[in-house]
Nanobody
Framework: QVQLVESGGGLVQAGGSLRLSCAASGRILRINVMGWHRQAPGKQRELVATITSGGTTNYADSVKGRFLISRDNAKNTVYLQMNSLKPDDTAVYYC???????????????WGQGTQVTVSS
């Protein structure tokens, strides 16, 4: 019932920047937490960053100081500004959101389809 659509991935050289976007749509009454996770080939999916509706953020140690997560609550959209990218940041990046639906009210937890980020050395 909730669709998450990511955009902004691509190929960039080490040291470059990319900005990911993720827009949520559906019978959304409220989104509590939005976030980004990533999965590199042969590795488990890992958390990159999260942000609450009040703006509280949390980052993986590996991206602190380089990535910035933000959101537009009116648009149900979350962004991930990625700077000083490294080859180790290469992965499929997934958007995630959880919150409350209306009609009838119930919790939801959804994932996007993923967007590829490739950082060349």
């Amino acid at each position: 019932q909730v669709q998450l659509v990511e955009s902004g991935g691509g190929l960039v050289q080490a040291g470059g920047s990319l900005r990911l976007s993720c827009a949520a749509s559906g019978r959304i009454l409220r989104i509590n937490v939005m976030g980004w996770h990533r999965q590199a080939p042969g590795k488990q999916r890992e958390l990159v960053a999260t942000i609450t509706s009040g703006g509280t953020t949390n980052y993986a140690d590996s991206v602190k100081g380089r990535f910035l997560i933000s959101r537009d609550n009116a648009k149900n959209t979350v962004y991930l500004q990625m700077n000083s990218l490294k080859p180790d940041d290469t992965a499929v990046y997934y958007c995630a959101a959880d919150g409350l639906l209306f009609g009838p009210r119930r919790d939801f937890s959804s994932w996007g389809q993923g967007t590829q980020v490739t950082v060349s050395s």
